[in-house]
């Protein structure tokens, strides 16, 4: 059974760039969720899709965007990178619909550092 | 909305003691409580989670946790640690509301084991 996999795993932008970061889910899981960890920090939930549609976003501007593709992988994008938009993005997919009390299987993370 | 408080940045113990890191929520709605960790340069990893039933969940790796509705905790403790337990540990909660809300996660609680 293969697990959450990212890529790229490092990846080094310029302010006011555009990202695009991408997710294999596990096998079988069919919901997919995406989080921002900032250096010592808890992670912060940016979006949860779920058969190709948005079904919840956390508190993050619409130049965070993201896909859910047929074979549930994913990707997030970010338009006109800030400073601040430095920090570990992890990927999280669920076998069921998204709800809260689904275990969320996190992959090893994308790290972005923007200059 | 809710949120996590973990009441700890740092806990340093020796090799073999126990080991008790604190989690407190705020929550208008029943919950749902995970423990993950996250070891150096890797995604997250499910330590346990509590849905319903039993208060006191056992996970993996000797790990429990204490489900106290009252008090609205959800403390994790091991009865004796070793060195391979260096990491982070984060605590999260969702509720019913599932992907709408996604997971709301600690600042997280470094441990360090001390040999």
């Known amino acids: 059974e293969t697990g959450v996999t990212q890529s790229p795993t490092h990846l080094i932008k310029t302010r006011g760039q555009q990202v695009t970061l991408r997710c294999s889910s596990q096998?079988?899981?069919?919901?997919v969720s995406w989080y921002q960890q900032a250096l010592g920090q808890g992670p912060q939930f940016i979006f949860q899709?779920?058969?190709?549609?948005?079904?919840g976003r956390g508190n993050f501007p619409p130049r965070f965007s993201g896909l859910q593709f047929p074979n549930y992988s994913s990707e997030l994008n970010v338009n006109a990178l800030e400073l601040d938009d430095s920090a570990l993005y992890l990927c999280?997919?669920?076998?069921?619909?998204?709800?809260?009390?689904?275990?969320?299987?996190f992959g090893p993370g994308t790290r972005l550092l923007v200059l | 909305a809710q949120s996590v408080t973990q009441l700890d940045s740092q806990v340093p113990v020796f090799e073999e003691a126990p080991v008790e890191l604190r989690c407190n929520y705020s929550?208008?709605?029943?919950?749902?409580l995970f423990w993950y960790v996250q070891y150096p340069n890797q995604g997250l990893q499910l330590l346990l989670k509590?849905?319903?039933?039993?208060?006191l969940v056992k996970g993996i790796n000797g790990f429990e946790a204490e489900f106290n509705k009252s008090q609205t905790s959800f403390h994790l403790r091991k009865p004796s640690v070793h060195i391979s337990d260096t990491a982070e540990y984060f605590c999260?909660?969702?509720?019913?509301?599932?992907?709408?809300?996604?997971?709301?996660f600690g600042k997280g609680t470094h441990l360090i084991i001390q040999p």
């Open positions: 999280a997919s669920s076998s069921g619909s998204g709800g809260g009390y689904e275990t969320q299987y």
């Open positions: 096998s079988g899981h069919n919901t």
């Open positions: 899709y779920y058969r190709e549609e948005e079904n």
């Open positions: 929550s208008s709605v029943s919950v749902y």
């Open positions: 509590y849905l319903s039933g039993s208060t």
């Open positions: 999260a909660v969702s509720d019913e509301k599932g992907g709408a809300d996604g997971l709301t």
